[in-house]
């Protein structure tokens, strides 16, 4: 056991090493978002860092999503056993079988939402809380959906911490969207169903996009935009996110 937690503390410092960041190993008080792993508690220079090394080289050019990815702080959202790891653009663990998204996905999913400050927007997975944040940055109001109740609470109260007033949290199937408070300027899905949900499209106010991942294994990210005729779609890139799942499965 003790040789085991060793060889794992010497690969993170490895790892640390490589991507040039202070040699010490992560707290594992348990605590959410430690920041005693690290000298600046914010952590601000790792993000810049990380926006040139992974954000700028993917071709994401929107000014203001660039920024929010500099602002918010990711470490924040992941467990303290990977803080050390938040800034290198990977997806992390954040319990119950789901991951918190690869920065650069985020980042390129929400700038082709083209999304302006007036906007309100609905996001189907909120796992960590992080994609909602950056939403948060750059939108009017957004209502995110968590299916798996503790995720739902732990990243309502890691947005609360945050100073978040702009985001609602809500547990339940987000297959069905928020009928009641539809129609949304845009809409992402964070987690892939096999098709796309009608229900979204439903609630897409004319001029509104939906992004979502499309497909079983390897899925297609799909951009959907509603206009007075009907709706358009965009087939982007490959991906991989974890299924979408149904109310009735997630009961079983
Ligand atoms: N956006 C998240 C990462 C999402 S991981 C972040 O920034 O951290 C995908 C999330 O979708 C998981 O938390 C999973 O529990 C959730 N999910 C899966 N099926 C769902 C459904 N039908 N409705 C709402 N959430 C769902």
């Given at each position: 056991m003790r040789s085991l937690r060793h060889s794992s503390r010497c690969v993170m410092l490895l790892c640390a090493a490589v991507i040039g960041l202070p040699a010490v190993s992560p707290s594992c008080k348990g605590d959410r978002g430690a920041d005693s792993a690290l000298t600046s508690p914010n952590?601000?220079?790792?993000?810049?860092?990380?926006?040139?090394?992974?954000?700028?080289?993917?071709g994401i050019k929107d000014p203001a999503v660039i920024d929010a990815v500099r602002r918010v702080p990711r470490h924040r959202f992941v467990p303290a056993r990977y803080s050390l790891f938040a800034y290198i653009d990977g997806p992390l663990p954040i319990g119950h079988n789901q991951t918190i998204s690869q920065p650069s996905l985020v980042a390129e999913m929400t700038e082709q939402l083209k999304l302006k400050k007036t906007d309100k927007v609905l996001e189907i997975g909120t796992g960590s809380g992080y994609q909602a944040a950056i939403l948060a940055e750059l939108a009017d109001r957004v209502l995110t959906?968590?299916?798996?109740?503790?995720?739902?609470?732990?990243?309502e109260q890691t947005l609360a911490e945050l100073g978040y007033k702009n985001i609602r949290v809500r547990i339940g199937d987000g297959y069905r969207g928020w009928p009641e408070e539809a129609p949304f300027d845009a809409i992402i899905v964070t987690a892939a169903p096999d098709h796309v949900p009608q229900p979204l499209l439903d609630q897409l106010a004319v001029g509104g996009r939906l992004i979502l991942p499309v497909g079983r294994d390897v899925q297609t990210l799909e951009l959907h935009r509603r206009t007075a005729e009907g709706v358009e779609r965009k087939r982007l890139t490959l991906v991989r996110f974890v299924p979408l799942v149904r109310q009735e499965e997630a009961e079983k």
């Amino acid at each position: 056991m003790r040789s085991l937690r060793h060889s794992s503390r010497c690969v993170m410092l490895l790892c640390a090493a490589v991507i040039g960041l202070p040699a010490v190993s992560p707290s594992c008080k348990g605590d959410r978002g430690a920041d005693s792993a690290l000298t600046s508690p914010n952590r601000q220079a790792e993000r810049y860092r990380m926006v040139d090394q992974y954000i700028l080289p993917r071709g994401i050019k929107d000014p203001a999503v660039i920024d929010a990815v500099r602002r918010v702080p990711r470490h924040r959202f992941v467990p303290a056993r990977y803080s050390l790891f938040a800034y290198i653009d990977g997806p992390l663990p954040i319990g119950h079988n789901q991951t918190i998204s690869q920065p650069s996905l985020v980042a390129e999913m929400t700038e082709q939402l083209k999304l302006k400050k007036t906007d309100k927007v609905l996001e189907i997975g909120t796992g960590s809380g992080y994609q909602a944040a950056i939403l948060a940055e750059l939108a009017d109001r957004v209502l995110t959906i968590e299916i798996v109740e503790p995720l739902a609470r732990q990243a309502e109260q890691t947005l609360a911490e945050l100073g978040y007033k702009n985001i609602r949290v809500r547990i339940g199937d987000g297959y069905r969207g928020w009928p009641e408070e539809a129609p949304f300027d845009a809409i992402i899905v964070t987690a892939a169903p096999d098709h796309v949900p009608q229900p979204l499209l439903d609630q897409l106010a004319v001029g509104g996009r939906l992004i979502l991942p499309v497909g079983r294994d390897v899925q297609t990210l799909e951009l959907h935009r509603r206009t007075a005729e009907g709706v358009e779609r965009k087939r982007l890139t490959l991906v991989r996110f974890v299924p979408l799942v149904r109310q009735e499965e997630a009961e079983k």
